[in-house]
């Protein structure tokens, strides 16, 4: 079933007698990144993918209003869960959607059972990198609204973080995804949840009570070794590391990783 609520749409697959997850995509993506994901663990779990504000289907500027923060993100997500009548749920989010995972978990932590993350930073601790990175996304978000998205994808995908992911079987799949978004909302999105206007939620990952469980690849040593600070500093947290992965784990390796959900949610 697809629906929409105040602007955010989204999909719902499996029985809602059962316990929810929640998934959340990154940049440029939208819900239908975790269809492969969801078409394995659907018999068990009742799943909710959400299009993030300036992808996939949410979309309408007017619905989505003043949304543009982490935290009225975050609110609004606790509101969708509340118009569905879920009370908890686990929450997964890749890269992008980790964060804002990160983010609502930190505001609502008695509506998280379990919190997933998948190549997701909690922010950046430095005031300056912070500012750096707002300007280096403002740059990025002029370049999504003046030259063509193809090749804005072309270049973004050549990041070391992604690995070999062109070589993917898949990836003019999901080339043909990410060109069906706008690249005025990407910009607006990009400029929005900028890692640079992110709290520093560092701290706050100490805190959290409910298991948590942070994914990374192996080829993606930036995220790698910030998961395994992550782990040092807490280490009640479960990590696993994908082997011959990028950035994208769920995209490369999908039977693997629903495999991993199944394991660790059991």
């Known amino acids: 079933m697809n629906s ?8 719902t697959s499996g029985k809602s007698t059962h316990t929810p997850l929640v998934f959340l995509h990154g940049f440029m993506g939208s819900a239908s990144d975790w269809d492969l994901i969801i078409q394995k663990i659907n018999h068990k779990y009742f799943c909710i993918s959400i299009d ?3 992808h996939g289907q949410s979309t309408n500027a007017d619905q989505l209003g003043d949304i543009w923060t982490f935290d009225r993100l975050s609110s609004r997500i606790a509101g969708l869960l509340k118009f569905l009548e879920i009370q908890r749920s686990v929450l997964i989010g890749y890269s992008l959607g980790g964060r804002i995972a990160l983010s609502f978990a930190s505001i609502y932590p008695q509506s998280v059972s379990t919190l997933v993350l998948e190549s997701a930073s909690p922010g950046l601790q430095n005031p300056q990198e912070r500012m750096a990175r707002v300007k280096t996304d403002q740059i990025h978000a002029e370049r999504l609204v003046h030259e063509p998205l193809e090749q804005f994808l072309e270049n973004w995908y050549d990041l070391p973080l992604f690995g070999e992911i062109k070589n993917h079987s ?7 995804r990410r060109l069906k978004n706008n690249p005025a909302l990407l910009a607006k999105a990009l400029e929005a949840f900028s890692p640079g206007r992110q709290a520093d939620l560092w701290d706050k990952l100490t805190a959290l009570t409910m298991p948590v469980n942070l994914i990374c690849g192996e080829k993606d040593t930036k ?21 011959s992965c990028g ?3 769920h995209f490369e390796k999908p039977v693997l990783f629903a495999e991993h959900l199944l394991d660790v949610l059991s």
């Open 247 to 249: 950035h994208n784990v």
């Open 4 to 11: 929409s609520f105040k602007g955010l749409h989204f999909y």
């Open 170 to 176: 898949k990836y003019p799949d999901l080339l043909r």
């Open 223 to 243: 995220y790698l070794d910030m998961m395994k600070t992550i782990k040092k500093n807490n280490p009640r947290f479960l990590l696993k590391i994908f082997k």
């Open 52 to 54: 993030l504000p300036g």
